[in-house]
């Protein structure tokens, strides 16, 4: 099976976009694949503003994502665009670091007009980084909240939406076929 990474760009330490990162992770390990959450607002910020590929935190960051089969890449859109977190940590990886890996960008927001930010924001920046960008998923905030056991619940059609975008990421990264092309 392949080893997926989630990054979760919210700078919110409790974030609903880290809720859906870790929501997608546990669904591709219930699929049988090796996941892992970063969570990039816990990466130092000195070293990730200024790039610092040599810091241990930042080169454990990178190497993972180097190591990674796939991705899941998770943001909150603010004002139209995916988080300043998320485009400091992409602008330090190599230019091809998704080259030949499949990614899932997912997003969450306020209004439904933050949608197209998947598209025109998210979507060439992956792109330009080599992904095989897979169709992503956008999630209103108001639709993500949380059990008394601190479980994630999500709006119902968002479930099931979000398990078919889920579904035609994993299914692809089953085979030893992809595995080896990657």
Do not use: N
């Not at 080599?130 to 992503?136: K, N, P, R």
């Not at 968002?158 to 030893?176: T, V, W």
Request: proline share 7%; glycine share 6%; hydrophobic share 50%.
């Amino acid at each position: 099976m392949a080893t997926v990474l989630a990054l979760s760009g919210s700078p919110s330490p409790t974030s609903r976009t880290a809720l859906l990162a870790e929501h997608t992770a546990a669904s591709l390990r219930a699929r049988g694949h090796h996941t892992h959450v970063l969570a990039l607002r816990d990466l130092p910020a000195a070293p990730l503003l200024t790039a610092d590929t040599h810091h241990a935190s930042i080169a454990r960051a990178v190497s993972l994502v180097a190591e990674a089969d796939a991705l899941v890449v998770a943001t909150p859109i603010y004002k139209a665009a995916y988080s300043g977190l998320l485009k400091t940590f992409l602008d330090l990886l190599p230019q091809h670091a998704f080259t030949g890996k499949p990614v899932l960008p997912l997003a969450t927001g306020g209004s439904p007009a933050h949608i197209l930010a998947l598209d025109y924001a998210l979507r060439p920046v992956l792109t330009a980084l080599g992904a095989q960008v897979t169709q992503g998923r956008f999630v209103l905030d108001r639709h993500i909240t949380t059990t008394p056991e601190g479980a994630i619940a999500l709006d119902h059609d968002d479930e099931l939406k979000l398990a078919r975008a889920i579904g035609q990421f994993a299914h692809p990264l089953a085979s030893p076929m992809h595995l080896a092309a990657a």
